[in-house]
């Protein structure tokens, strides 16, 4: 089988959720004699507004495609970041020359639907996987400028218009003083252009998520949200949860230590939540405790800094820096607990997966599909979403209650939550020639 697999970035430079799962899948499917190629964007302030540049390379043996093209300049540089016709011609004639069996796009973002639309056109079997909430919102990851969560969604546009008008350096500071005076102007008469903007990209989305063959959301919460957004149809969102290669997990020796090791491993960023696991964490009445970060400090420097200071005199505090995907599932299994405190609807963290296969239980934010992933009082613990007082509250019960962390561990030792990645590949196999026969006999009708 032949598969292409479009995703907005692709390692080495990026290596968040959605390019990890893309390099995982490609990997897996050209070990098992499948051919995979990859097609991603490597950036958009490089070159000509009205050319794309691509070039082919060889990836861990994966074959991909980087595309780059100069968006800061494009004529209609709104529009072009969710329909941007430069990637339609180019994935037109890409399509016509290689006729892949399968297009497998990974969530939206940079792509856009020009693609998606091409793909349609070629009658080509299109599956899309959600990773995050780039279909439904303008930021991708339902918060809201004044870092809030969008919940509810706005009906009206204007919020979303509003939203992006609020990033900008001092607008909320000039609305509170302006006693909300500022955003009722711009929702009156300022922003009916972004309005329109908006509304334009939440009705070109609606129609475009429909051309896929099937939908594949990693968690319920994100098939929920996007249905309710975009509206009931003659389409569905298949959930399929992410597999792990169990054997990475299979021999971990859990280190003993006389103090409670509670652990973070991800991206130092605001969204993450770190700074809500340190202030929870400074609040415990107890020095048999000790608190372990892993992650680089590099991507967000004022945030790092932020985080230094919540450690400053706090020995049990304790930085360690970017920690490599091999290392994982040790440093997991030497956590008593970890901790994932994001302030976001997370679809899928791979961390909690990842934690729970090293038999490490899981203390989450109680929103998305985090708390989907974990059980609460079997395999982890659930906190308010947001609240430091919570979190500590939570930690602070590990250390009060003398039989719980191991009820929690022989929990998350249990958990049948991680499936296997053969067992993943092999249903989305079948999602892949479901399509393909479906295609076949809507050629001979």
């Known amino acids: 089988m032949k598969v292409v697999l479009p995703v907005h970035h692709f390692p080495p430079d990026y290596s968040s959720g959605a390019e990890l799962y893309t390099l995982r899948l490609a990997r897996w499917l050209i070990q098992h004699g499948h051919e995979a190629e ?57 399509l016509q020359h290689h006729r ?12 856009g639907i020009a693609p998606l639309r091409v793909a349609h056109q070629h009658k080509l079997p299109t599956m899309l996987t959600l990773h995050d909430y780039w279909f439904i919102c303008p930021r991708h990851n339902l918060l809201r400028s004044d870092g809030t969560l969008c919940d509810p969604i706005p009906a009206d546009p204007m919020g979303c218009a509003w939203c992006r008008f609020a990033e900008r350096d001092g607008v909320r500071k000039v609305n509170l ?45 994100l098939a929920r949200r996007v249905r309710d957004t975009l509206g009931e149809g003659a389409w569905e969102i298949k959930v399929s949860r992410c597999g792990l290669d169990l054997s990475r997990f299979a021999h971990l020796k859990r280190n003993s230590s006389p103090k409670v090791r509670i652990g973070y491993i991800g991206q130092i960023a605001p969204h993450k939540g770190v700074h809500l696991l340190c202030e929870a964490f400074r609040r415990l009445r107890n020095e048999d405790v000790e608190l372990h970060i892993y992650g680089n400090l590099g991507a967000f420097p004022d945030y790092a800094d932020r985080l230094r200071q919540l450690g400053e005199g706090d020995s049990r505090i304790r930085f360690h820096g970017f920690c490599s995907s091999k290392e994982v599932p040790q440093v997991l299994a030497n956590f008593d607990v970890s901790v994932v405190p994001s302030v976001w609807f997370e679809n899928s963290p791979a961390v909690i997966l990842e934690s729970l296969a090293a038999g490490t239980p899981v203390i989450t934010s109680n929103i998305g599909g985090m708390a989907e992933l974990v059980q609460d009082g079997v395999d982890g613990l659930h906190f308010a979403a947001g609240s430091a007082d919570s979190l500590a509250h939570q930690l602070q019960r590990l250390l009060d209650e003398p039989d719980l962390l191991a009820q929690l561990q022989r929990g998350a030792a249990a958990s049948p939550t991680p499936r296997s990645i053969d067992d993943e590949m092999n249903e989305l196999l079948a999602v892949y020639e479901r399509a393909i026969r479906s295609r076949a006999t809507c050629h001979v009708v």
């Open 177 to 221: 003083y302006s006693g909300g005076l500022l955003e009722y102007a711009m929702r009156s008469v300022g922003l009916e252009r972004q309005r329109e903007l908006y509304a334009d990209r939440r009705r070109r989305l609606a129609a475009a998520i429909r051309w896929a063959d099937v939908v594949i959301s990693l968690s319920k919460f």
């Open 100 to 111: 892949p069996d399968v297009v497998h796009f990974q969530a939206g973002y940079l792509l």
């Open 38 to 94: 990859v097609v991603c964007i490597r950036a958009i302030d490089r070159g000509r507004p009205d050319q794309l540049e691509a070039v082919h390379d060889v990836y861990e043996g994966v074959p991909v495609w980087r595309l780059s093209f100069d968006l800061m300049h494009a004529p209609q540089r709104e529009v072009w970041t969710y329909d941007n016709p430069l990637l339609g011609e180019w994935f037109d004639q890409y």
